[in-house]
């Protein structure tokens, strides 16, 4: 894991980025590694990669902190980047594999009321995923909605949201 994340850091080359962070997501898969990868700073070596303008990278990146983000110390790292993937979210192609991806971690993240306050500026888009979407991104975005509901305090924003 520690060499991945080296590889990672080192290389500009997409293809080899993305495979890095396949192979970094499937070992997220497992929470034995999700504490190794956290300890080793590695959620803000793959987190800093979402600045990289490249969709598939971007996608493979969202795909690692999604099941990274299965662990609430987790979490808290991964919370930084929030606002980051609802502007991703809002900006990607309709339908896209990148929008799903940051729908996927999002629906991790509001699993618990901690980071709702984070994405309501992101609700007229969710609404919009819902209305547009394909039925892969509506069942994600109802899932995201469903969890911001479950928080009293959320009621008022999604019912005035515009859309």
Not at 2 to 13: E, G, P
Not at 56 to 82: D, F, G, T
Request: some cysteine.
């Amino acid at each position: 894991l520690q060499k991945l994340l080296h590889l990672l850091q080192s290389t500009d080359d997409p293809l080899i980025q993305e495979q890095v962070l396949i192979t970094l997501s499937n070992r997220a898969a497992f929470s034995v590694n999700q504490d190794i990868i956290r300890n080793l700073d590695g959620i803000s070596i793959i987190g800093r990669m979402l600045s990289n303008c490249i969709p598939r990278v971007k996608e493979k990146v969202l795909n690692a902190l999604n099941n990274l983000s299965m662990n609430i110390k987790n979490q808290k790292e991964i919370q930084i980047y929030i606002v980051q993937v609802c502007k991703d979210i809002e900006s990607a192609s309709l339908n896209s594999d990148l929008q799903l991806a940051g729908l996927r971690l999002l629906t991790n993240m509001s699993v618990t009321s901690d980071y709702h306050h984070m994405m309501i500026n992101s609700i007229p888009c969710f609404l919009h995923l819902l209305s547009e979407g394909n039925e892969r991104i509506q069942i994600q975005v109802l899932k995201v909605l469903v969890n911001l509901s479950d928080n009293p305090a959320m009621t008022r924003h999604i019912l005035h949201a515009q859309v």
